[in-house]
């Protein structure tokens, strides 16, 4: 008889919602290790390579606070959003560190998820708290894909809400 394979070949909404709850707590923890004064980088490095599909394929990564090099399509450029240039010195000199805000808690708000065989679609809002009680909202757009049995990410595009002038 032969042994059925243990590889997925489809992402359900779970796996969305398990991904996004993996993102929150990636970015808390590494605020965390900031203010704890761990080493943040490698904390940054370890979430981002569970998270993102770096080194398996293309990331399409604009994350929201980038004005002069706002597409990062490499791991180096991710990381230096996420820790800021003074911890990654890619050459992002933008960059201040996103996820050392610190935040204590964010909170995605589908407004949809699309599921199609081995990638999903997310688009939404989520909302950032920091450890001073202030809350930030941001717009985002989420692709997903499969890596052997785990669900990745290799669409992020975040952006701060339109605000009429």
Known sequence: MAKRSSKKTAITKQDVLDAQDRWVKAIVNIGHAYTSGENVVETAKSCIESLYAYGDGDVLFKPTKCETRQFRPTFEGA??????????????????????????????????????????IAMGNYFFTKTNGETIKVEYSFGYRLRGSDVVIDVHHSSLPFQNE
């Not at 050459?91 to 935040?103: H, K, L, R, V």
């Open 79 to 120: 990381l230096s959003y996420f820790v800021g240039n003074d911890f990654a010195p890619f050459g992002f000199s933008e960059d201040g560190g996103f996820a050392i805000a610190p935040y204590v808690s964010v909170q995605f708000m589908n407004a949809g998820i699309i599921v199609d065989g081995a990638r999903a």
